[in-house]
């Protein structure tokens, strides 16, 4: 029974040009210098606009693939491949850097807002990109 669920599952992963964009956009992450990391998020808008939470499931199961793969994901990996799919299918996607003081150590997060999306944080919003 649990095979049936499991390949019930991967049938909704059927859109395999989204798959294979995924895929590669990952790996231009993970293979890229940190000097281009940025540039990454600001890929060309072409194409017709996909279902936004499409786009987002297929990320996600990248990146649990990448997971078991042994790739180490950070909050920033996540949301430069999240926003770079989302811009290359023509939605407006931005990614918000920010940080917060905690006893007495400064923290980092990132994350993806699409439009003018108004998301609230324990993190104070320092950049948005693009």
């Not at 895929?23 to 996909?50: V, Y």
């Not at 793969?69 to 990996?77: A, E, I, N, V």
């Not at 811009?87 to 990132?110: L, P, T, W």
Request: hydrophobic share 35%; glycine share 4%.
């Amino acid at each position: 029974m649990v095979w049936t669920e499991t390949i019930r599952k991967l049938g909704y992963y059927r859109n395999l040009s989204l798959l294979s964009r995924t895929f590669f956009t990952s790996l231009k992450i993970s293979l890229s210098s940190k000097s281009q990391l940025i540039s990454l998020a600001n890929p060309r808008q072409n194409g017709k606009a996909e279902e936004k939470e499409i786009i987002v499931k297929y990320a996600h199961l990248c990146l649990y693939l990448r997971r078991c793969l042994g790739f180490k994901d950070s909050c920033l990996t996540s949301s430069l491949l999240l926003c770079s799919l989302l811009r290359q299918y023509g939605i407006d996607a931005r990614v918000n850097f920010s940080a917060k003081k905690d006893n007495e150590k400064m923290a980092g997060h990132c994350w993806v807002s699409v439009g003018d999306e108004k998301i609230s944080s324990d993190y104070e919003l320092i950049f948005r990109y693009p």
